[in-house]
């Protein structure tokens, strides 16, 4: 007989701790006759969504595939798992080689008959309740978020600690760690060197750690919250039963939070880095399969890169700088005439980056100044294109009777006696709660997903409605940020003329000045 025990949150520790269930268990093995105690395994900490972290029942579970344990105790389907599938999986491969699974809360062995089908029920119980507390968690970080609040991990997070008022504080000797990488990087060194040098005297990393990695280097680079800025919502967790995480490319909200704390990096130094690291990556080429030519890499510094077009062979422009007489002359060049000169694309003309500028604001400005219903119609179709009907929210409505679900299911669960266990088989109140509660989940996922398109369309027509309206009559100087929002592509067809092709459809060609 062994037990396993498991502890998942703080609020567990103070109510059921991991030293008591430890306790609970020795007492209780040595206490039954016929029980032989082979040993206690307990995760402490550890989520019972996933077995990938629990090293302790991992133990468990060989000790019992080497016949060591022929009999687990535990005290609720919850702590064995909260995934119903891999609970169901685990039991089988226990009952295959003749280890028997009791929990004490639901009183169920799980080599008995039918116990599948309780572990089932009382498992998606579980798993309900899991989910519905990530969900809450997720709600919950996302409304900080939104409020500007900013959570900082100090001990993973170079050059700030806590201060007397909770808030950050500039530490003075990691601060000249990270003002050392942005001024090597500025000098002309790569990420590599950077990294070499830090690991060579001895400058231990964000994590405490001696060696240093590029990808640590280029993160500190472009982490804005060392100009005292911060950008909510970079990443989020997929679901509560993977927690893969995700880089958040436009999914869901973000929010930027200007001056939240003390900058270490000035505004202009913290924008040079990012063009310096623009342009390290614009040099860098990926091969398209079934392309002829290469495509440069993304890069987000620019938004031509995504943008400016080749009207003769169709592939993207590059930012490339020339040197002549020792002056910089910043231009555009199609990557196809670049890469193979005339072979595929003939008479791909080179554009100076400021006149291709001015012309890309001029034919802006023409959108929004010369018809007085274009700025209305282009706000009509940009919402066309980006929104979607706002519907009755019963979400909560439905979280409700779920709960009123769960109810029913632990009632009827707990009526049952060992002579009456074979009729909650055939009992059809069963499997009306099961559909009727999966109808509601998925009606759940649907608004969850609904509410956060609506979030997001609302934050991105706010953007895009100010920007239009303040070009109205103020002329404004280019931005990348604001060419991205409001632009679908804008195509070269000579070195003295582009098309501009706005993100509803609507085109406009201009002249470009030299």
Not at 279 to 296: D, P
């Amino acid at each position: 007989m062994a037990a396993y025990c498991r502890v998942s949150t703080k609020q567990d520790e103070q109510l059921n701790s991991y030293e008591n269930q430890v306790n609970h268990y020795t007492d209780r093995i040595n206490r039954e006759a016929g029980w032989k105690l082979v040993g206690i395994y307990a995760d402490k900490g550890i989520t019972g969504t996933s077995m990938k972290k629990r090293d302790e029942f991992k133990k468990l579970i060989r000790q019992c595939k080497r016949g060591k344990v022929d009999m687990i105790i535990v005290k609720s389907i919850s702590r064995f798992a909260r995934n119903t599938l891999e609970c169901i999986l685990i039991t089988r491969k226990l009952r295959d080689i003749n280890v028997d699974v009791y929990f004490e809360e639901q009183n169920l062995h799980s080599i008995e008959p039918s116990s599948e089908f309780y572990i089932a029920i009382y498992g998606s119980i579980a798993q309900s309740e899991s989910e519905n507390i990530s969900h809450n968690v997720a709600w919950g970080k996302a409304q900080s978020a939104k409020e500007g609040n900013v959570f900082i991990a100090y001990k993973s997070f170079l050059g700030y600690r806590k201060g007397a008022d909770d808030k950050p504080e500039i530490d003075p000797e990691q601060a000249q760690t990270v003002r050392l990488i942005y001024n090597e990087f500025l000098a002309g060194k790569s990420l590599q060197q950077i990294a070499s040098n830090l690991t060579e005297t001895g400058v231990p990393t964000p994590m405490g750690k001696t060696v240093w990695q590029p990808g640590v280097v280029q993160s500190i680079l472009s982490n804005e919250k060392y100009k005292g800025d911060a950008l909510l919502g970079k990443t989020y967790i997929k679901d509560c039963i993977s927690k893969k995480v995700i880089v958040n490319a436009g999914e869901r909200t973000q929010y930027y939070v200007e001056n939240n704390h003390p900058a270490i990096i000035d505004d202009e130094t913290f924008a040079l880095a990012q063009e310096e690291l623009a342009r390290r990556a614009s040099k860098r080429k990926v091969k398209q399969i079934g392309s002829t030519t290469e495509q440069g890499k993304y890069c987000g510094k620019y938004a031509l890169t995504e943008l400016l077009v080749c009207g003769e062979c169709g592939t993207p422009y590059r930012r490339c700088t020339w040197t002549t007489n020792g002056k910089k002359r910043i231009v555009w060049r199609c990557i196809s005439r670049l890469d193979f000169g005339k072979k595929y694309c003939h008479q791909s003309p080179t554009m100076d980056e400021k006149p291709l500028q001015d012309a890309i604001m001029q034919a802006v400005m023409k959108v929004v100044q010369t018809n007085p219903h274009v700025l209305q119609t282009l706000k009509m179709h940009i919402q066309m294109g980006l929104g979607g009907e706002a519907g009755e929210d019963e979400s909560m409505d439905i979280q409700i009777r779920i709960a009123q679900i769960d109810k029913k299911f632990k009632d009827i669960l707990n009526s049952v006696t060992a002579e009456n266990q074979q009729s909650l088989l055939a009992d059809p109140r069963i499997g009306e709660l099961m559909s009727e509660k999966r109808i509601l989940e998925n009606r759940l996922a649907e608004y969850a997903a609904a509410e956060q398109k609506r979030a997001d369309t609302e934050s991105r027509l706010a953007n895009l409605y100010t920007i239009l309206e303040g070009m109205k009559n103020h002329p404004m100087e280019y931005d990348d940020r604001m060419i991205r929002k409001i632009l679908r592509c804008v195509v070269v067809q000579t070195k003295q003329r582009i098309k501009v092709i706005f993100i509803d459809g609507l085109e406009m060609e201009v002249e470009v000045e030299q």
